[in-house]
Every structure is written in structure tokens, then in C-alpha cells.
């Protein structure tokens, strides 16, 4: 049975920090890119990180860039998205996908649904 399981959400000041993880199970782990996307209030999707498989390489959206941190640990099957430095609109429901999204929106087809977590909510609020 494959599994995609976010953590690490929650209620934080503008300026906080969190630490979001993404355990996996079911997956041939350290063969997939993995994605962090997310879904504000406004119910817009946007890939905000990518990291590779082996890990070595890293992309951020411009929304993101300098404030979060995508790293994983092949040994754990773990992806983790440091966040800080948070913002207001940075509120949203945070989502981990097995693979690179941008592949999938470059072809104009759907991320198979078990490659979605349930997602995780971050809000930051005063």
C-alpha cells in the first residue's frame, strides 16, 4: 500500500518557523523527485520545491526562494521543507507529491492521487 503522510503544521506568528515532514511508504523512495505544493485560501494550487532524487538538486518557486529549505533523507523515505522567515500569505494547506509536478503540468496530465499526501495546514496569523 503506498502511503504519503505530511506533518509538522501549524499556528505560527509572522516571522515563525515550522518544519514540515513527509514520510512515504509504498514508493521505490530514493527513485522519485518530490514536491511540495500548496493550496491557499483562495484555492490556488502552486508548486512552491522540488528536490531530486538523490537530493543534490533543489528548486524553489520565487514566492519561496531564501525562506524555505527542501531536503530528504533517503534512508528514512523522508522529504522535509524547513519554513521560515513565514508570512501571512504563506497560510495554506501544504500537500507532498511524489514527483515533479512540473513534469505533469508540462504534459497537461493529472498527478495520480496516491502520490498525494492529505496535507498538512500551516497558517500564520498574529
Known amino acids: 500500500e503506498v502511503q504519503v503522510r505530511e506533518s509538522g503544521g501549524g499556528l505560527v506568528p509572522p516571522g515563525g518557523s515550522l518544519r514540515l515532514s513527509c514520510a512515504v511508504s509504498g514508493f521505490s523512495f530514493s527513485s522519485y523527485s518530490v514536491s511540495w505544493v500548496r493550496r491557499g485560501p483562495d484555492n490556488e494550487t502552486e508548486w512552491i520545491s522540488i528536490i531530486n532524487s538523490r537530493g543534490d538538486r533543489t528548486y524553489y518557486a520565487d514566492s519561496v526562494k531564501g525562506r524555505f529549505t527542501i531536503s530528504r533523507d533517503n534512508a528514512k523515505s523522508t522529504v522535509y521543507l524547513q519554513l521560515n522567515s513565514l508570512k501571512i500569505e504563506d497560510t495554506a494547506l501544504y500537500y507532498c507529491?511524489?514527483?515533479?509536478?512540473?513534469?505533469?503540468?508540462?504534459?497537461?496530465?493529472?498527478?495520480?492521487?496516491?502520490?498525494w499526501g492529505q496535507g498538512t495546514q500551516v497558517t500564520v496569523s498574529s
Open positions: 507529491v511524489m514527483d515533479d509536478v512540473r513534469k505533469y503540468a508540462a504534459e497537461g496530465t493529472d498527478i495520480p492521487r496516491e502520490n
